[in-house]
């Protein structure tokens, strides 16, 4: 099962709780499930499971727990046809779990965007 639990992303408490009051804080609207363009809730769900297995649970990310890879400072929260907001999020730690991610990705055409919390968005 993918993981519904908020990441931890700092080693200091002051930074995490900075860090979930921004994510989490500045929604002022729920969160609602959303399936990649073009697929099925079942060809989801089996993609999940493809991922968890190669990334284990704590590498996918769905749920609530998306809210953390919200932008917290989204302009179109308010208009649910121009949100953009992510069906699940895989964290590879590998250029093997990349790999593994690419191959599901491709078997399932759901597609992907990447990006880093060093320097871009967080």
Request: glycine share 6%; hydrophobic share 35%.
């Given at each position: 099962?993918?993981?519904t639990?908020?990441?931890?992303?700092?080693?200091d408490?002051?930074?995490?709780e900075?860090?979930?009051a921004v994510?989490?804080?500045?929604l002022?609207?729920?969160l609602?499930?959303?399936?990649?363009?073009?697929?099925?809730?079942a060809?989801?769900?089996?993609?999940?499971?493809?991922f968890?297995?190669a990334?284990?649970?704590?590498?996918?990310?769905?749920?609530?727990a998306?809210?953390?890879?919200?932008?917290?400072y989204?302009l179109?929260?308010?208009?649910?046809?121009?949100?953009?907001v992510?069906?699940?999020?895989?964290?590879?730690?590998?250029?093997?779990?990349?790999?593994?991610i690419?191959?599901?990705a491709?078997?399932?055409?759901?597609?992907?965007?990447?990006f880093?919390?060093?320097?871009?968005?967080?």
């Amino acid at each position: 099962m993918a993981s519904t639990k908020l990441p931890i992303r700092y080693q200091d408490p002051e930074y995490q709780e900075t860090h979930r009051a921004v994510f989490q804080g500045s929604l002022t609207r729920p969160l609602k499930q959303v399936l990649p363009p073009g697929v099925t809730h079942a060809d989801f769900k089996l993609a999940i499971e493809e991922f968890v297995r190669a990334l284990g649970p704590d590498g996918v990310i769905v749920g609530d727990a998306i809210s953390d890879y919200v932008d917290p400072y989204e302009l179109y929260e308010d208009n649910e046809s121009e949100r953009k907001v992510a069906s699940a999020a895989v964290l590879p730690r590998s250029v093997e779990e990349l790999q593994s991610i690419l191959k599901v990705a491709n078997k399932y055409t759901i597609p992907l965007w990447t990006f880093s919390r060093g320097k871009n968005l967080g």
